[in-house]
């Protein structure tokens, strides 16, 4: 099983800063990773898969990068709306399983 | 606009079925170009994947809970299904249907891009 780290835990950062968040895999997952932010009682939204790819609709301050085992979603300035849980996710070609990051908290300074 | 929603009891007894149904509306379930699936979250923790169902009936489960899951398709009514048999209290959680698009390695699937709302189930006597 591919084990996900996330780091940092919690970010606390204020409107207009630059967010840096880290997925770490226990063995290469080439570039099948995507991330979600979920924001309390709603379900996940798709930010970006491939590792690079932006979702449909997602703005452009919201950038990812990364292959094999280290990856990191930007954020380059965030607006209120941006303060929220975001996970990374994996899948693995066997087992064929897929596997979520325990999540990183992005909160109001 | 394609969606997605849940709908089964809230409230299920210990050892019992958890039985769920994810409704498509606004797209074809028999679409060759997705997958669907279960995921679920536990109250203040986070997500886990339940498994995966092709409109032709493939499926692929988490090896962690496979013993105790059956995912399941009906595309004359354009829903998917989840049962997960002899539930404890751990099994408590909103569990949320989504659509992942096919991918070319398999397992041919991989990320959630359209996810339903979330349905709450309280495993409880």
């Known amino acids: 099983e591919i084990v996900l780290t996330q780091s940092p835990a919690t970010l606390s950062l204020s409107p207009g800063e630059r967010a840096t968040l880290s997925c770490r895999a226990s063995?290469?997952?080439?570039?099948?990773l995507a991330w979600y932010q979920q924001k309390p009682g709603q379900a996940p939204r798709l930010l970006i898969y491939?590792?690079?790819n932006r979702a449909t609709g997602i703005p452009a301050r919201f950038s990812g990068s990364g292959s094999g085992t280290d990856f990191t979603l930007t954020i380059s300035s965030l607006e209120p709306e941006d303060f929220a849980v975001y996970y990374c996710?994996?899948?693995?070609?066997?087992?064929?399983?897929?596997?979520f990051g325990p999540g990183t908290k992005v909160d109001i300074k | 606009q394609l969606q997605l929603q849940e709908s089964g009891p809230g409230l299920v007894k210990p050892s019992e079925t958890l039985s769920l149904t994810c409704t498509v509306s606004g797209g074809s379930i028999s679409s060759s170009s997705y997958y669907w699936g279960w995921i679920r979250q536990p109250p203040g923790k986070g997500l886990e994947w339940i498994g995966s169902?092709?409109?032709?009936?493939?499926?692929y489960y988490n090896p962690s809970l496979k013993s105790r899951v059956t995912i399941s398709v009906d595309t004359s009514k354009n829903q998917f299904s989840l049962k997960l048999s002899s539930v404890t209290a751990a099994d408590t959680a909103v569990y949320y249907c989504a659509r992942l698009p096919v991918v070319v390695v398999a397992p041919h699937y991989y990320y959630m891009d359209v996810w339903g709302k979330g349905t709450t189930v309280t495993v409880s006597s």
């Open positions: 169902i092709y409109y032709s009936g493939s499926t």
């Open positions: 491939d590792a690079s």
């Open positions: 996710q994996q899948r693995s070609n066997w087992p064929p399983e897929i596997t």
């Open positions: 063995q290469s997952v080439s570039s099948y």
